[in-house]
């Protein structure tokens, strides 16, 4: 049908519209492409409005649509009766842009157990040993490894707060919809996608710097979690 009409769709890769300067180069090329099909309507797919936005004020014709909203509601959801005693961190992987060093300093200054659940790549481990090794002696940090989809809920269920403390324009980040399936309030520090995700208030909190992150992962655990499960479906 799209090939009848003319008309082309392509997605942008996840994390490739970083700042203006990839914008530029990125529009340039669309263009460039489109010139060599010039019998073809292109449309850019984009995971987040601001790529999307970035895109149209140059010009090109971009939509949102993100790639990873389909969640198995009985896979994820809420596990009653987990007593909730730590905060979390779960992140599919340690590594610097995800900012592991900064919940650590987050639950020791609430005094709550932070618990990472996450692998350690090789391409990440100078980080990990010059940067996380040294923290993961602290009597607030349980690292439990990674974890399958089978595990999430009772894992996230029993957290008092996800915390994101992602350091690079996000461009979805599945774990916040993963613990908001759950019920389960994330604070996530505002880059990327995390305001397009998160309503401030009411499904968690988005903070700008470390006394804020402290702050929010304090008044956590007040959000109502049944308000954040219906947000979610």
């Known amino acids: 049908l799209f090939k009848r009409r003319g008309m082309v769709f392509l997605r942008i890769a996840k994390g490739s519209v970083a700042d203006d300067a990839d914008a530029d180069e990125l529009a340039q090329g669309a263009r460039n492409f489109m010139a060599l099909h010039p019998q073809h309507r292109f449309e850019w797919i984009c995971n987040i409005d601001e790529e999307t936005g970035q895109l149209r004020a140059r010009g090109l014709s971009a939509h949102t649509h993100n790639q990873n909203l389909f969640l198995r509601e009985d896979v994820f959801k809420p596990i009653a009766g987990i007593r909730r005693s730590y ?3 779960y992140n599919g992987r ?6 592991d060093d900064v919940a650590i300093h987050v639950a020791e200054h609430c005094g709550v157990t932070l618990k990472i659940a996450a692998k350690i790549d090789r391409a990440d481990r ?4 010059e940067t996380i090794r040294p923290l993961m002696s602290s009597r607030y940090v349980d690292y439990v490894g990674e974890i399958n989809d089978h595990e999430k809920s009772a894992f996230l269920s029993g957290a008092v707060a996800l915390l994101v403390p992602i350091d690079w324009p996000e461009p ?3 774990v916040m919809i993963e613990a908001m399936a759950c019920g389960t309030p994330v604070v996530a520090f505002d880059h990327g996608s995390v305001r397009e995700v998160l309503e401030d208030g009411v499904t968690g909190y988005v903070v700008s710097d470390m006394p804020s992150a402290i702050e ?3 008044r956590a655990p007040a959000l109502d979690r049944r308000r954040i499960r219906q947000r979610f479906e």
Not at 126 to 129: A, F, G, I, L, Q
């Open 94 to 99: 340690i590594a610097p842009e995800k900012r």
């Open 172 to 174: 979805f980040g599945l």
């Open 216 to 218: 929010a992962a304090r």
């Open 126 to 129: 100078d980080y990990y040993e």
């Open 87 to 89: 905060d979390a961190i």
